[in-house]
């Protein structure tokens, strides 16, 4: 079994799917990793120091999908549309492809990854039950994402963050308000504590207010019906027009008093619903910012453009896209350790093993022998749930 790494080539990314300090583990499942020539090296991972531990290193891109039987990458086609389509020439049926494939954002990748048919793996769509925790990427970089989210709103908004007693007199703390309590919400609101601001924190779930608090930040209760904000896949689910309404109107008087605003609100394979108008950031103090982490999934923030930075009366509005990218080391340390605990599921003695009736390989299987077998991708796709593979009859 040898398990290819190629270089990422979606643009700006800087992380690498396999870090050195895996090898070894993998080595113990029975694979040889193959890595692309310089893959690591925008993360800090020299090609000398893989040998070291027992790899690989590849000439060129088209010798590790040549020779290898399973290929793992950061941004596969799909969470990576333009460049990526060019690995599909390079693909061959049977092979097998893991990595993020934003496959309920970008379901037509899947078509041509089950035209040439590989066996694809999406990470985007593990389940949340405990067994996969381990696995659970999304959450790894939605870590590394919300901690970084608080460093640069640090550095963007015109004042300090903790309290000061100064010789010049007292330095009042920045008050931030983190939107959506989930991974990076909540490592937000930790790191912004941490760095001494006065930090309130609001979900469409009640049920996470003692989270919140745990981590010293007061939960804002906004008097709305919120019984079916959460999914029973554990993630957030979309509310209707109308819900979003009344929250906006709630929650202007609470931005108005921020200085930093963190949005993170995103619903898998849906645009991210609009919680700050125009207006509300019209209100904020001049020199304020609004740090806006669903940019990529069309923002939170009615006025964020992705990738941009924008002045709107004084107010900045950041829209930062592939975050994760800019802590490099650390974020493909956590994603190969993500990678391998999916891949010791997944190899059964120097194997990849199908199991279906295992739910994590179930749920997370895009494509099989010639066909996109995720019944989710498949509804998104228009196609008809049953595909009558072995994966979909599992799932029917």
Same mark, same amino acid.
């Given at each position: ?155 963007? +908004? ?7 007693? /100064? #010789? !010049?007199?007292?330095?009042?703390? $920045?008050? @931030? %308000? =983190?939107? *959506? ?73 609470? +931005? ?7 949005? /993170? #609100? !995103?619903?898998?394979?849906?645009? $991210?619903? @609009? %919680? =700050?108008? *125009? ?92 066909? @996109? ?24």
């Amino acid at each position: 079994m040898i398990i290819g790494v190629p270089r990422e080539t979606y643009p700006g990314e800087r992380r690498v799917a396999v870090v050195p300090a895996v090898v070894s583990q993998l080595a113990k499942i029975g694979a040889e990793v193959l890595i692309e020539k310089d893959a690591g090296r925008r993360a800090g991972f020299a090609d000398a120091t893989y040998q070291e531990q027992g790899a690989s290193v590849a000439a060129d891109r088209a010798e590790v999908f040549a020779k290898a039987d399973l290929v793992t990458q950061v941004r596969g086609l799909g969470a990576n549309p333009e460049v990526g389509r060019q690995d599909l020439g390079l693909l061959r049926p049977g092979q097998v492809v893991i990595g993020f494939l934003d496959p309920l954002g970008t379901p037509d990748a899947a078509r041509g990854l089950a035209e040439k048919g590989a066996t694809a793996f999406a990470l985007e769509l593990l389940p949340r039950i405990s067994r996969a925790q381990s696995m659970d990427a999304l959450s790894a970089m939605a870590t590394v994402a919300g901690y970084q989210a608080v460093l640069r709103a640090a550095s963007a +908004v015109n004042k300090m963050f903790p309290l000061m007693m /100064t #010789a !010049a007199g007292t330095i009042t703390p $920045a008050k @931030v %308000l =983190i939107v *959506g309590a989930g991974v990076a919400g909540l490592q937000a609101i930790a790191t912004a504590h941490r760095l001494g601001g006065v930090v309130q924190a609001y979900d469409v779930r009640p049920a996470v207010k003692e989270q919140v608090e745990s981590l010293g930040a007061k939960f804002v209760e906004l008097e709305l019906e919120t019984s079916g904000a959460e999914a029973a896949s554990g993630y957030a689910q979309a509310m209707d027009e109308d819900f979003y309404r009344r929250q906006r109107e709630m929650m202007a008087k609470v +931005v108005a008093e921020c200085d930093v605003v963190i949005t /993170t #609100a !995103a619903i898998p394979g849906k645009k $991210a619903p @609009v %919680l =700050i108008t *125009g207006d509300m950031v019209r209100n904020m103090r001049p020199g304020s910012v609004v740090f806006d982490l669903a940019a990529e999934g069309g923002g939170n923030c009615e006025l964020t453009q992705p990738g941009e930075t924008i002045d709107v009366d004084g107010v900045s509005v950041v829209g930062p896209v592939n975050l994760p990218s800019s802590i490099p080391a650390d974020a493909s340390q956590m994603y190969a350790r993500n990678i391998t605990a999916f891949l010791k599921n997944l190899i059964n003695d120097g194997q990849v093993a199908i199991n279906t009736e295992d739910q994590i390989i179930r749920e997370t299987l895009l494509t099989y022998k010639g066909e @996109v077998v995720n019944a989710r991708v498949r509804e998104a796709l228009g196609m008809p749930r049953g595909a009558g593979s072995p994966a979909e009859r599992s799932t029917a």
